[in-house]
């Protein structure tokens, strides 16, 4: 489709930007699917001795008390290895009570288990760290359940 300005000598120009117009969308559109494509990459990686790791930082916008609170669950064989905390802004005194009280409760524990655990309304020992600990336990959730969604796709 070209430009319906007819500007005599300058037309030869409106269609060589209207050409310019057409590579920019075209080269927007494609980042935008490999942004896309990228994302989903992100999220979930298969390692090479078949550990699934699930990154919530892009997953899950849970807050805690001072942000979101992003995890990495490491699946294998269905049962959760670990859960990695990754870098946030919470309080770490406090922080320190979820990662000694709740992050290492989901080791070893089947997917099923492990998601009922991190939708528990109240976990012990995490006094004075509760928007914190619900943070974590909505990025555990989201995590297990992107893991039971895409698990077959990878």
């Known amino acids: 489709m070209g430009l319906a300005i007819k500007l005599g000598a300058n037309n030869s120009r409106c269609q060589i930007i209207n050409n310019d117009m057409k590579k920019t969308f075209l080269v927007l559109a494609l980042m935008f699917m490999m942004g896309t494509a990228m994302y989903a990459d992100d999220v979930m990686k298969k390692q090479s001795d078949g550990t699934y790791v699930v990154n919530t930082t892009t997953l899950c916008k849970a807050k805690g008390f001072k942000g979101t609170t992003p ?39 089947k997917v099923a288990k492990a998601k009922k655990l991190a939708e528990q309304p109240k976990v012990d020992g995490c006094t004075g760290a509760t928007y914190s600990t619900k943070a974590v336990q909505q990025n555990v959730a989201a995590a297990l359940e992107y893991y039971q969604k895409h698990k077959k796709a990878k």
């Open 71 to 109: 995890v990495e669950v490491h699946i294998k064989d269905g049962r959760v290895v670990k859960v990695v905390s990754l870098p946030n802004a919470e309080t770490k005194k406090y922080y320190a009570k979820v990662e000694k009280n709740l992050v290492g409760k989901f080791a070893g524990q």
